[in-house]
Each structure stands twice: as structure tokens, then as C-alpha cells.
């Protein structure tokens, strides 16, 4: 069964730059799903910040879409998160979920990373 | 952007009891486009129903979902122990963002 597995830097400096990555197990990349980032803040509720095809074709958040890149990577059967001029607001759990197509729903999400902004 | 709604916030039940969870929109939501979600602290959210009524692969029959238009519903018929969680409802519409989230309503022991 596909799993999912987000890996990154779990603390991040003000103003600097957050890359997060996803690998997907199990199954393809390329198969007939959209892939997406969430995130929740400590104690908070979900914030959904972008999805991407394996096609390359990806949706943002307009309140995030200035400092989000969403990127694909179908040798290694990954996809990646960069946030850019992070804030302590950033501070947050970030998982990667999968979109079956035609569901409109989030059916397999990784364990999430913690990524705190602090200098 | 569509804003959804759920009440109450906290719902204190027992075991065995019968649990309602209200999720309501700021505008219509294709009934194909509302999902609810469970999550236990530490864990990630998990998928139990999708297009407002279809339960997610294994989860127990005990979960239904209902509703349409503006006005979601969530029954868990008959609380089991590992129920007790935060409960969100989501959405996917035209507008942007195309995916919101609610802020949850926790399930808690009586």
C-alpha cells in the first residue's frame, strides 16, 4: 500500500527558506493522483498549501502563493515543499497527503515533520 | 473563499452514546466535494468519509455522514473509546483556495 514520508530541516531561521520533501512508497508518482502539502500550526487547525501532478501541474493557496514552490521529482518518486521568507506564523506540523483524482479528499497522509522558525 | 463552519466545539459525551458533529458553509458545497476527517493527538488527520457520505476504506460502519447544500452532518452512532478525537470537515470548491478546512470539533469523555 502507498505510504508516504515527508522529510526536512525541523528547525529553520527567520526569513530564510523551508524545503520540505515527500517520498511516496509503495506506488507511482505518476499515477492518476494529485499530491498535496498541509500543515497545522501547534494547537491549531488544517491549512492546505498547495498540490501538485505528476505532470508538473500544481494549485496554491493565494495567501501562501508568493513564497510557495511545489516541484516533482518522478526518478525518485518524490515531491517537494519550498516556502520561502518564513516567520514564526510558519512554525507548524507539515504533512504531504495524496488526492485521489475525482475524490476531492486526502485518503493517505505522511506521519508529518515538525518545523520550527527560530533564529 | 468558501468558510466552513463546525459546532459545536467541544461535545462531551460517554461511551455508547450517540455523537452529531454540524459542519456548515458559507456557500453551497457540492455534496462530491465534503470530507471529514479524525485526528488523535500526534497522528495524522484520517480520512473516514468523502463526498458527504461514503465511508473511506476500513472505517467502521459506526460513522455516517449526511447532508447537503450548506448543512453537513457527521453521527458516530454509538461512541467506542478510540472515538474520542477532533473531528474536521473539509471542503474542495471553484473558489480559492479550492481545499478549506474547519476548525474541528473535539470529542471528549464525559
Known amino acids: 500500500q502507498v505510504q508516504l514520508q515527508e522529510s526536512g530541516p525541523g528547525l529553520v531561521k527567520p526569513s530564510g527558506t523551508l524545503s520540505l520533501t515527500c517520498a511516496v512508497s509503495?506506488?507511482?508518482?505518476?499515477?492518476?493522483?494529485?499530491w498535496s502539502w498541509v500543515r497545522q500550526p501547534p494547537g491549531k487547525g488544517l491549512e492546505w498549501i498547495g498540490e501538485i501532478y505528476h505532470s508538473g501541474s500544481t494549485n496554491y493557496n493565494p495567501s501562501l502563493k508568493s513564497r510557495v514552490t511545489i516541484s516533482v521529482d518522478k526518478s525518485k518518486n518524490q515531491f517537494s515543499l519550498k516556502l520561502s521568507s518564513v516567520t514564526a506564523a510558519d512554525t507548524a506540523v507539515y504533512y504531504c497527503?495524496?488526492?485521489?483524482?475525482?475524490?476531492?479528499?486526502?485518503?493517505?497522509w505522511g506521519q508529518g515533520t515538525m518545523v520550527t522558525v527560530s533564529s | 473563499e468558501i468558510v466552513l463552519t463546525q459546532s459545536p466545539g467541544t461535545l462531551s459525551l460517554s461511551p455508547g452514546e450517540r455523537a452529531t458533529l454540524s459542519c456548515r458553509a458559507s456557500?453551497?458545497?457540492?455534496?462530491?466535494?465534503l470530507a471529514w476527517y479524525q485526528q488523535k493527538p500526534g497522528q495524522a488527520p484520517r480520512l473516514l468519509i468523502y463526498?458527504?457520505?461514503s465511508r473511506a476504506t476500513g472505517i467502521p460502519d459506526r460513522f455516517s455522514g449526511s447532508g447537503s447544500g450548506t448543512d453537513f452532518t457527521l453521527t458516530i452512532s454509538r461512541l467506542e473509546p478510540e472515538d474520542f478525537a477532533v473531528y474536521y470537515c473539509q471542503q474542495y470548491g471553484s473558489s480559492p483556495p479550492p481545499f478549506t478546512f474547519g476548525p474541528g470539533t473535539k470529542v471528549d469523555i464525559k
Open positions: 456557500q453551497s458545497v457540492s455534496s462530491s466535494y
Open positions: 463526498g458527504a457520505s
Open positions: 497527503a495524496r488526492d485521489p483524482l475525482a475524490n476531492f479528499a486526502f485518503d493517505i
Open positions: 509503495g506506488g507511482s508518482i505518476s499515477s492518476s493522483n494529485w
